[in-house]
T-cell receptor, first 114, second 113 residues
Framework: DTAVSQTPKYLVTQMGNDKSIKCEQNLGHDTMYWYKQDSKKFLKIMFSYNNKELIINETVPNRFSPKSPDKAHLNLHINSLELGDSAVYFC?????????????FGEGSWLTVV | DQQVKQNSPSLSVQEGRISILNCDYTNSMFDYFLWYKKYPAEGPTFLISISSIKDKNEDGRFTVFLNKSAKHLSLHIVPSQPGDSAVYFCAASANTGGFKTIFGAGTRLFVKA
């Protein structure tokens, strides 16, 4: 019974396309995140939502638009995909915001832009 | 600007011996530290954590040590097992700057049988 699930796991698409990655958590957590793991392997936070409200928005191109229809879902839509968007995108959740919270990750979505 | 640094990209250890993974941080506001373990094609999974008010936390074969004055923490795995072979991420969080948890680049541990 997957706690944080994201789809698709693998996605290959052409430059200029628009794509979405969906994420759902069944942990009853209030906070959800999108992290990006780039070619240098760093896990960098992109967005964080708490009870459907955006609380963290790092310097991410506005081609990336998160949407949280409810606190159990946080989807990531990417417009006009570029080669540099190729990365692994991890959805995650935690009970609440604030330090001391353990973050639970999904399995990742491998995006390749060709 | 890497606030959490794992300077060893990889580490190789013999089965049964101790594995020591190191992590340094620069932001003195960090007050909670975590270690995550990641297998290929999977997401990171939580391993162990420590609050800044402690200097040691132990959970079975895993112990995390925190040296606040040196802004350094380490994860000790003893005895190491082949199943411990994975990438280990150090992470730190603070109640400032939007409650972000910052991750290091990871250290790949190889435990040889």
């Amino acid at each position: 019974d997957t706690a944080v699930s994201q789809t698709p796991k693998y996605l290959v698409t052409q430059m200029g396309n628009d794509k979405s990655i969906k994420c759902e958590q069944n942990l009853g957590h209030d906070t959800m995140y999108w992290y990006k793991q780039d070619s240098k392997k760093f896990l960098k936070i992109m967005f964080s939502y708490n009870n459907k409200e955006l609380i963290i928005n790092e310097t991410v191109p506005n081609r990336f638009s998160p949407k949280s229809p409810d606190k159990a879902h946080l989807n990531l839509h990417i417009n006009s995909l570029e080669l540099g968007d190729s990365a692994v995108y991890f959805c995650a959740s935690s009970l609440t915001t604030g330090t001391g919270n353990t973050i639970y990750f999904g399995e990742g979505s491998w995006l390749t832009v060709v | 600007d890497q606030q959490v640094k794992q300077n060893s990209p990889s580490l190789s250890v013999q089965e049964g011996r101790i594995s020591i993974l190191n992590c340094d941080y620069t932001n003195s506001m960090f007050d909670y530290f975590l270690w995550y373990k990641k297998y290929p094609a999977e997401g990171p999974t939580f391993l162990i954590s420590i609050s800044s008010i402690k200097d040691k936390n132990e959970d079975g074969r895993f112990t995390v040590f925190l040296n606040k004055s040196a802004k350094h923490l380490s994860l000790h795995i003893v005895p190491s097992q082949p199943g411990d072979s994975a990438v280990y991420f150090c992470a730190a969080s603070a109640n400032t700057g939007g409650f972000k948890t910052i991750f290091g680049a990871g250290t790949r541990l190889f435990v040889k049988a």
